[in-house]
């Protein structure tokens, strides 16, 4: 086989795939994170919730995110990522749009949990997507490349939900929002193919020599007869462990961070919505930088837990530093929120590396379901723990306690060492 095919391949998919996962992922992240804004900017007033109820409804959108992972990865591997994503950017849409129109807790509470139900199967099928078109070199990059739309997305909504509450209100930020998810559908279905062999803007020789590439590295891996082998296997708990402590930091930062910043200094919501879209700019840097580094390099340990060991010392700087220095508890909330983002593209590369094709599409779907169940409990207790104290300090605490387990439990993974043979000549010897 040329040797060079494949990589001819890389900027046609590249400039073909990306957008389309990029932006699909984006409107996922939209609309499951502006309830952040809507709890800074008076929801919680005109419904009548108390602090402790805020924090449990802003967490229920990860209960239904926990309990459709692994269904809708499985649809998407024996079946199509192309139909299974369709219907669910048509459904998130309508569950963020009727946000916008709750009049009481009870359907403020049901829309949540159904939107975490809908948008559940979107991140194992599109890893499973970025898998059927990209070869180990390529993944983090392509990981990364998707998971960018977290926080991006965060950046820019930051900014135009603040905005939109400012000029309009929370009512009307929902409904505006959840319009570009169904129109984005019919947009998804004429552009996506599930396979390369479906793609007509790709030649035979092309689909061939990518085909093979992907072939040949799934033949350096051991063969995993199903989804309980694969399940059981060590390396798959400690990951659904670490990534479950992982995300608790990740989402109690995320949800609350508007509400933290309000109440550290007294501001209007567009100043609130400006300063937090910048840990989301670091964001997007360190994302790139990190994902180009590890897939050169191919390693993927070595770019996870130093960062988040990075992100647990500077929550805990925010917390010794105190609010009677904001800006730079601040700038250590900056450096946080890029730490715990950095990591994503080598992280989601590590699975398709250890576990065959017919089961590692599963095994991610399973440490992404555990990563619901710690961004539901970091963002209930996070919540909870600004209400009741009226301080961000101890929520800090939480979260630099649970990045320092995630790093712990990283360092305890064992990377797979029977895919060498699959491997570019160049990289085994990194």
């Known amino acids: 086989m040329n040797a060079e095919k494949p990589q001819s391949l890389a900027v046609k998919r590249w400039w073909y795939i990306m957008p389309i996962v990029f932006i699909t992922y984006s409107l996922a992240y939209l609309d499951r994170a502006n309830f952040s804004f809507a709890s800074?900017?008076?929801?919680?007033?005109?419904?009548?919730?108390?602090?402790?109820?805020s924090s449990l409804i802003g967490a229920l959108f990860f209960l239904g995110y926990f309990f459709f992972q692994i269904p809708g990865a499985i649809y998407a591997e024996r079946r199509s990522v192309k139909k299974l994503v369709f219907w669910c950017l048509i459904l998130w849409g309508m569950c963020a749009t009727l946000t916008g129109m709750v009049s009481n807790i009870p359907m403020l509470a049901a829309i949540r949990f159904t939107l975490g139900v809908v948008e559940a199967a979107?991140?194992?099928?599109?890893?499973?997507?970025?898998?059927?078109?990209?070869?180990?070199?390529?993944?983090?990059?392509?990981?990364?490349?998707?998971?960018?739309?977290?926080?991006?997305?965060?950046l820019w909504m930051s900014v135009v939900s603040g905005y939109l509450i400012e000029?309009?209100?929370?009512?009307?930020?929902?409904?505006?929002?959840?319009?570009?998810?169904?129109?984005?559908?019919?947009?998804?279905?004429?552009?996506?193919?599930?396979?390369?062999?479906?793609?007509?803007?790709?030649?035979?020789?092309?689909?061939?020599?990518?085909?093979?590439?992907?072939?040949?590295?799934?033949?350096?891996?051991k063969a995993v007869r199903n989804y309980r082998e694969a399940f059981k296997s060590r390396n798959v708990i400690l990951l659904c462990a670490q990534y479950f402590c992982w995300s608790i930091g990740v989402y109690g930062f995320v949800l609350w961070l508007p509400s933290i910043l309000r109440n550290g200094s007294q501001m209007g919501m567009v100043e609130a919505g400006w300063l937090s879209a910048?840990?989301?700019?670091?964001?997007?840097?360190?994302?790139?930088?990190?994902?180009?580094?590890?897939?050169k390099l191919q390693t993927r340990k070595l770019f996870v837990w130093p960062l988040l060991l990075l992100g647990a010392l500077a929550f805990f700087g925010s917390y010794w530093v105190g609010a009677g220095n904001f800006w730079l508890s601040y700038a250590l909330l900056v450096i946080a929120g890029a730490a715990m983002y950095a990591p994503y593209g080598?992280?989601?590369?590590?699975?398709?590396?250890?576990?065959?094709?017919?089961?590692?599409?599963?095994?991610?779907?399973?440490?992404?379901?555990?990563?619901?169940?710690?961004?539901?409990?970091?963002?209930?207790?996070?919540?909870?723990?600004?209400?009741?104290?009226?301080?961000?300090?101890?929520?800090?605490?939480?979260?630099?306690?649970?990045?320092l387990m995630s790093v712990v439990l990283m360092l305890a993974v064992r990377p797979a060492r029977n895919q060498t043979s699959a491997l570019p000549e160049c990289a085994k010897h990194a």
Do not use: C
């Open 278 to 295: 910048v840990p989301y700019l670091a964001a997007t840097v360190a994302m790139i930088l990190v994902s180009w580094a590890s897939d």
């Open 122 to 154: 979107v991140m194992p099928a599109m890893l499973i997507y970025i898998s059927n078109w990209f070869t180990q070199s390529e993944r983090s990059r392509a990981n990364t490349f998707l998971i960018l739309g977290n926080p991006v997305t965060v």
């Open 346 to 403: 080598p992280f989601f590369a590590i699975i398709p590396e250890m576990l065959p094709r017919n089961v590692s599409g599963g095994a991610m779907a399973l440490i992404n379901s555990m990563g619901a169940l710690g961004s539901f409990l970091g963002s209930w207790v996070v919540g909870y723990l600004n209400g009741e104290t009226g301080s961000p300090a101890a929520s800090y605490i939480f979260m630099a306690g649970a990045l």
């Open 167 to 221: 000029a309009y209100g929370w009512r009307e930020m929902f409904i505006i929002e959840g319009f570009p998810a169904v129109i984005w559908a019919v947009a998804w279905w004429f552009l996506v193919q599930d396979k390369p062999a479906q793609a007509k803007w790709l030649s035979d020789a092309e689909k061939a020599a990518l085909q093979a590439q992907l072939q040949k590295e799934q033949a350096g891996l």
């Open 40 to 53: 800074a900017a008076g929801i919680n007033e005109d419904l009548g919730i108390t602090k402790g109820v």
